[in-house]
């Protein structure tokens, strides 16, 4: 009789142990269940906003109807492709977009001339107004007032030069085609999907009308004086035309090397200075090796090229089948959309130094101006007026001694904007 309680106490542990097992397996097994509906979720969104913008445009189907796309349906499709689909990559592409347009000697050699990239403090200027001027009439409707003050500003400052000849207009028509063509390579280089043949149309069609406003002329197309047939046609010539361009024109020079080590300063501004190196091997990788050798810079070390393509190929993985659309409240929003007490407008997310940002609480004291005060940079608001803490006006953008300077032009300018560029398709 002794041995009853023993073998009741065995029949206990071992009813124990099942029971543990059992709940083991149950976790796995929800475990399972709930990664296996969380990938099914991913799956049946990550294409959702895709298929919204083929609904919600007639340009879907056939070539004939690209032919009628216009240019603000050209510029909303390009807006949520930017700020919502791939905001990182196509904020690079843009950047390298100008980087690039560095590997031309002419181009090259008149930035140096101006001194707009001799020194740091016009480099990080330069960088922050030019990248806010190309945002300005991207971020808003082509018919608005702050698209066309920003394009008649661009044009403001482009004309001087353009009119002397120290801007070639076979520059102009390539700094164009980089803008259009660097983003839809880099979306199909490291993103997740390629863009459709409507958002790349959107992309031909959108900056052709910008050329248009600009007043770039395409004669060194092949359709230049007969006329386009949408967007998608408007890419191909000047994807062409921009490589031959590159052929002939894109060479090393001392210049090229200066102006690149001004600009990878400025896109490696956020690193601490032991991983600044680090930064220069990225944008060295993301190079090709026609503009690397223009620029006079060695690829980075092989075990770099590596790692770089394993990190871009597990985010392109990770954001095809395991994160979720980005939700329209996270989109990537760069100005206020309203002018502040002194009638201008801030930026709100920036990379080099603080140039147009607003001194709030977040800004100076939240984490990553903890960061940035920890590592030496200066934060919004500090060295007083120096980096525009109330912000910018649109007019006022460009070199310095152009502040203030060229109101009434860029107003005729925009006189015509509004009579020319109301929203239409640009094609015949």
Same mark, same amino acid.
């Given at each position: ?17 099942? @029971? ?12 399972? /269940? ?10 049946? /969104? ?19 109807? @690209? ?20 905001? &990182?990559?196509?904020?690079?592409? @843009? ?21 707009? &990239?001799?020194? +740091? ?18 971020? &808003? ?29 076979? $520059?102009?028509?390539?700094? /164009? ?34 050329? $248009? ?5 395409? #004669? ?31 060479? +090393? ?20 200075? &032991?991983?600044?190196?680090?930064? #220069? ?6 190079? $090709? ?32 089948? /395991? ?75 460009? +070199? ?10 860029? #107003? ?17």
């Amino acid at each position: 009789m002794p041995t009853l309680p023993l073998l009741r106490n065995i029949r206990d542990v071992s009813l124990l142990n099942a @029971l543990l097992q059992a709940s083991v397996y149950q976790q796995i097994l929800c475990a399972l /269940l709930g990664l296996a509906t969380y990938l099914a979720l991913v799956s049946s /969104l990550r294409f959702q906003r895709r298929q919204a913008i083929q609904k919600k445009y007639s340009y879907y189907g056939t070539r004939q109807s @690209l032919r009628t796309m216009t240019d603000r349906d050209a510029w909303s499709i390009q807006k949520t492709v930017m700020q919502t689909e791939f905001p &990182f990559i196509v904020m690079k592409s @843009l950047q390298f977009a100008l980087f690039r347009t560095y590997g031309i000697p002419t181009i090259s050699t008149l930035l140096l001339t101006t001194s707009q &990239f001799s020194e +740091p403090s016009t480099s990080f200027k330069r960088y922050a107004d030019t990248g806010t001027l190309i945002g300005e009439f991207m971020a &808003f409707d082509p018919r608005s007032e702050r698209a066309q003050t920003a394009i008649a500003r661009t044009k403001f400052l482009h004309q001087g030069y353009r009119a002397s000849g120290k801007i070639l207009e076979a $520059d102009m028509l390539y700094t /164009l085609s980089l803008f259009a063509l660097e983003p839809i390579r880099f979306v199909q280089q490291f993103e997740w999907r390629e863009m459709t043949d409507m958002e790349r149309c959107a992309v031909g069609t959108y900056w052709k009308s910008l050329g $248009d406003a600009l007043g770039i002329s395409y #004669e060194a197309l092949p359709s230049g004086k007969t006329g386009f047939q949408d967007g998608l046609h408007w890419l191909e010539e000047m994807g062409l035309w921009s490589k031959q361009y590159e052929v002939e024109y894109m060479k +090393p020079h001392p210049r090229n090397k200066e102006i690149a080590a001004r600009t990878i300063d400025v896109l490696v501004y956020n690193l601490p200075s &032991f991983m600044k190196p680090l930064g #220069e091997y990225i944008v060295s990788y993301m190079m $090709d090796d026609r503009l690397r050798t223009a620029m006079m810079m060695d690829p980075p070390p092989a075990i770099f090229r590596v790692l770089f393509t394993f990190i871009f190929k597990t985010r392109r993985l990770y954001l095809r089948y /395991l994160a979720l659309p980005r939700p329209n409240f996270m989109r990537m929003d760069v100005f206020t959309d309203k002018p502040n007490e002194h009638g201008r407008n801030w930026v709100t997310i920036y990379e080099g130094a603080p140039y147009y940002v607003k001194p709030t609480i977040w800004n100076r004291w939240g984490p990553v101006a903890w960061f940035k005060w920890a590592v030496g940079q200066p934060l919004p608001g500090d060295d007083g007026d120096k980096y525009y803490p109330k912000g910018y006006r649109t007019q006022d953008l460009g +070199p310095k001694y152009f502040e203030g300077k060229g109101w009434k032009e860029v #107003e005729l300018i925009k006189e015509t904007l509004r009579q020319q560029r109301t929203g239409q398709c640009p094609f015949p």
